[in-house]
C-alpha cells in the first residue's frame, strides 16, 4: 500500500478558507472509500468527511456541516477537502485516510482506525 499524501495546509486567520488535498495511489483511490480526519492536541480524532465512492454519498462531522466540503479529481486521483469559514476549533492536523470496499463501508462516526490507510498529516492553524 501506498501512503497517501496530504498538502495544502497552513495558517489561516479566522473566517478564511483553505483547501486540502490528498492524492492517493490509483490502486486505492478505485477500490477504497476515502475519508479525512482530524486530531487537535489533547484530542480524539475524529472524522471530517467521508465518501461512499460505491453511490457518491458523502458524509460530514456534525462540527463541519455547512462549511466543509468534499470533491474529487478522479484524472489526478485527489480527494479534496474545501474548508471555508474556518474557525479556531478546527485547529488540528488533517490526515486523509482510506479503507479497502471489501471490508464494507462503516459510519464516519465510527472508529476512526476501521480506515487502514493513512497519510502523515498535515496541520492546520486557525487564528482568531
Known amino acids: 500500500q501506498v501512503r497517501p499524501v496530504e498538502s495544502g495546509g497552513g495558517s489561516v486567520l479566522a473566517g478564511e478558507s483553505l483547501t486540502l488535498s490528498c492524492e492517493f495511489s490509483?490502486?486505492?483511490?478505485?477500490?477504497?472509500?476515502m475519508a479525512w480526519f482530524r486530531q487537535a492536541p489533547r484530542k480524539e480524532r475524529e472524522g471530517v468527511a467521508a465518501i461512499n465512492t460505491d453511490d457518491g454519498s458523502v458524509y460530514y462531522g456534525d462540527s463541519v456541516k455547512g462549511r466543509f466540503a468534499v470533491s474529487q479529481d478522479n484524472a489526478k486521483n485527489t480527494l479534496y477537502l474545501q474548508m471555508a469559514n474556518l474557525k479556531p476549533d478546527d485547529t488540528a492536523m488533517y490526515y486523509c485516510a482510506a479503507r479497502q470496499k471489501t471490508l464494507g463501508w462503516v459510519r464516519l462516526d465510527a472508529d476512526p482506525y476501521e480506515y487502514h490507510v493513512w497519510g502523515r498529516g498535515i496541520q492546520v492553524t486557525v487564528s482568531s
Open positions: 490509483k490502486y486505492i483511490y478505485n477500490n477504497y472509500y
